[in-house]
Structure formats: structure tokens, C-alpha cells
């Protein structure tokens, strides 16, 4: 009886992980196609939204979350819209300020909060700091396109889990305790990730700061922002790794799939080639009722490659400018990559962990 019913609860765990996975595609996918047939500017970030709330396992998202899930994008960013006459006119002022939103956003996810929200503040401030620093006109119609992405993203989250409703998760057994829920982070800790992500991101941003203003460097701030939530964690040496893999993999996935519309450009295929990602990386995503060991860096991987890849792809399928600021794109964030995972080793160098060494030389 024990045995048929282990077995039963393994199944159901199957089929709970294939209905994320579908959903995350179909959810994906659609939201995708939405956003091109309107057009609206910076369009795919709809996509990247309603992909990044889809790849946790979340509950379908009420009135109330998906407006908190957007209310953590824009209102740092139009807050951020502040910091635009000191970085004007005291720019190293400027800097300060935004080292401390940055501080604060990443801090947030460190003592518990949620990672999404902790990535969709770090975006608004990073965003607004990167394009309005330069351009006050290009920042407006920047951060309007993303809270436009933002409310029609959270909308296709809700109309996929509507069309893929969750399964009842297994009820372990009554003999079996119920694990321990995760304990809070204690401040010091929390302080420690929270510098370790602004150690990553940082300077990336002031780097951009310097430079000229671009609307394309919105998908380089995505995949900045994801860098710093991954490097929010405990396990750093093993996020710096995963910082290069899930870079690594996504390139890899975008390089398949522009060649593929290299050869026929068309809309169908282009949502069907995100749909077939989502499948394949959704696998490594999700295992059983909950997420797989390894699933935040298969989930970052599928993030990279829509980022790396629609910009691409909507600039000219196949033509030659079009491919060379791919593959220029893509290097660029092999790079950051790199960056993100030496910053982390050199971080953890420097600021040790103490009751690690003190364990150690008592062992």
C-alpha cells in the first residue's frame, strides 16, 4: 500500500512539473505574439515578464500581486526620475544615491523577499539611471514601454494559468514531518549578499552611465539585474558559476534560433521557436512539485536567450547589420558574464565568512 502510494505521488509530481512547463511555453509564447502584432516600443519586455513569473512556481497572480509586481518595476523608476538633475549636475552625488537604491532593492531579496520583485526594482533604478541620465525624452518612453510590458505580461501569466489551472500538489504522509520552513537571514548575512549583488552591478552601471544613451541598453540592464539577484545567495562560488552557465546555455539556444529565422523570417515560427525553448529549458526548470536543483540557472538561461535574441531578430531578420549586432550582443554578455563571476570570487576573497574559518581551525 506504502509502495503504490509513493509510486502515486511520484506520478503526480511528474505531471505537476509538465503542467508548469507547458504553461511557461504557451504563457510565453503567447504573450510574445501579443506584443509583436501591437508593436508598442520596447514590446518584448512583456514577454521577458510574463517568461520570468512563469519559470517559479507561483500561484496565479490576483489583482492585487499583479499590481505589486508592476508598482516594483515603475514606481522606481519614476522615482528614480529624481536622481536625474544630481547626476546632471552632481553626478558623483548621483552615484551615491543610486548605490544606495541599488543597496536597498538588493538588500530586500537578501533578508527574504522576493527575488522577483527584488529584480523588478534593481531594473527600474538601473533602467532610469543608464537611459535618462543621457536622454530625460528616451526615459519616458523607456519606462512607459515597460509598464505597458509589465501590466500586459502579468495579464498573460494570469490567462495561462486560467488555460493550465495548477494540480493539487501530493500530500506527504501523516508519519512523514512536514519540512522546516527556511529560516530568515540574519542581518549581517543579508548586508553581505547585499554587497556581494551591488558588487556585481555596480560598476557595470556607472560604465554605462558614462556612455551614450540606447534603448537597446534595456536588455543589457535585464540580464545585469538577474546577475545581481543570482549573486544574492549563499552558495556564491556556485552563483558565480551559474552566472557563466546560464549565459553559455541561452547563447547557445539564441545562436539556434536566429539562425532558424536567418533562414525564414516569420512571426509563427519566431513564437513557436520561444515556445520550443520554453519546453526545453522548462526541464531543467521544474522537477516534481517544486523547482529543480538547478532550476534558477536554467531559468536565467531561457532569460538570456530572449533577451540576446528578440531585439535581433525584430531589427532585421537575416540581414547582415542585424547579425553582426547579435553576435556583438551576445559577446557583450558573455562578458558582463565573466565579469559577474570574477567579481563574485574576488568579493568572497576579500570578505570572508568568518564562522566558516572559525569551524575550520577548530576542526
Known amino acids: 500500500m506504502l509502495n503504490q502510494q509513493t509510486a502515486q505521488t511520484a506520478i503526480t509530481g511528474i505531471d505537476i512539473a509538465n503542467r508548469r512547463i507547458l504553461r511557461l511555453a504557451l504563457g510565453t509564447a503567447l504573450s510574445m505574439a501579443f506584443s509583436q502584432l501591437v508593436n508598442w516600443p520596447l514590446s518584448f519586455v512583456a514577454a521577458v515578464f510574463t517568461m520570468f513569473l512563469l519559470a517559479v512556481p507561483l500561484p496565479a497572480p490576483t489583482l492585487k500581486s499583479g499590481l505589486k509586481f508592476v508598482l516594483a518595476l515603475i514606481l522606481p523608476a519614476y522615482a528614480g526620475m529624481l536622481l536625474l538633475p544630481f547626476l546632471e549636475h552632481a553626478r558623483w552625488a548621483g552615484i551615491l544615491l543610486v548605490t544606495l537604491a541599488l543597496f536597498g532593492s538588493?538588500?530586500?531579496s537578501a533578508r527574504g523577499g522576493s527575488a522577483v520583485m527584488g529584480m523588478f526594482m534593481t531594473l527600474g533604478v538601473t533602467v532610469v539611471v543608464t537611459v535618462g541620465s543621457v536622454s530625460s525624452g528616451l526615459m519616458l518612453i523607456v519606462v512607459n514601454g515597460m509598464a505597458v510590458g509589465a501590466a500586459a505580461g502579468i495579464a498573460f501569466v494570469a490567462i495561462a494559468h486560467a488555460l493550465l489551472p495548477d494540480l493539487p500538489v501530493p500530500q506527504a504522509p501523516a508519519s512523514r514531518k512536514p519540512p522546516a520552513p527556511p529560516q530568515k537571514p540574519s542581518p549581517a548575512e543579508a548586508r553581505k549578499n547585499a554587497f556581494r549583488s551591488l558588487a556585481v552591478v555596480l560598476p557595470l552601471v556607472i560604465i554605462f552611465l558614462f556612455i551614450s544613451s540606447s534603448v537597446s541598453y534595456v536588455a543589457i540592464m535585464i540580464k545585469v539585474s538577474s546577475m545581481g539577484q543570482q549573486a544574492n545567495a549563499q552558495a556564491s562560488r556556485a552563483m558565480g558559476?551559474?552566472?557563466l552557465e546560464s549565459t553559455i546555455w541561452g547563447g547557445i539556444g539564441a545562436v539556434i534560433a536566429f539562425q532558424v529565422m536567418s533562414i525564414w523570417s516569420s512571426l509563427l515560427l519566431f513564437c513557436m521557436l520561444i515556445g520550443l525553448a520554453c519546453l526545453i529549458y522548462g526541464r531543467g526548470i521544474f522537477q516534481g512539485p517544486g523547482m529543480h536543483p538547478k532550476g534558477s540557472m536554467w531559468?536565467?538561461?531561457l532569460?538570456?536567450?530572449?533577451?540576446?535574441?528578440t531585439p535581433a531578430v525584430l531589427d532585421a531578420q537575416g540581414s547582415g547589420d542585424a547579425s553582426a549586432a547579435f553576435?556583438?550582443?551576445l559577446m557583450l554578455f558573455v562578458v558582463i558574464a565573466i565579469?559577474?563571476?570574477?567579481?563574485?570570487?574576488?568579493?568572497?576573497a576579500f570578505w570572508?565568512?568568518?564562522k566558516r574559518d572559525i569551524t575550520k581551525a577548530g576542526a
Not at 532569460?303 to 535574441?309: A, G, N, P
Not at 565579469?339 to 568572497?348: E, I, L, P, Q
Open 106 to 108: 538588493f538588500y530586500y
Open 241 to 243: 558559476r551559474q552566472q
Open 299 to 301: 531559468s536565467y538561461a
Open 303 to 309: 532569460l538570456t536567450m530572449i533577451i540576446v535574441l
Open 327 to 329: 553576435y556583438t550582443r
Open 339 to 348: 565579469y559577474g563571476t570574477v567579481s563574485v570570487a574576488v568579493f568572497d
Open 352 to 354: 570572508r565568512d568568518r
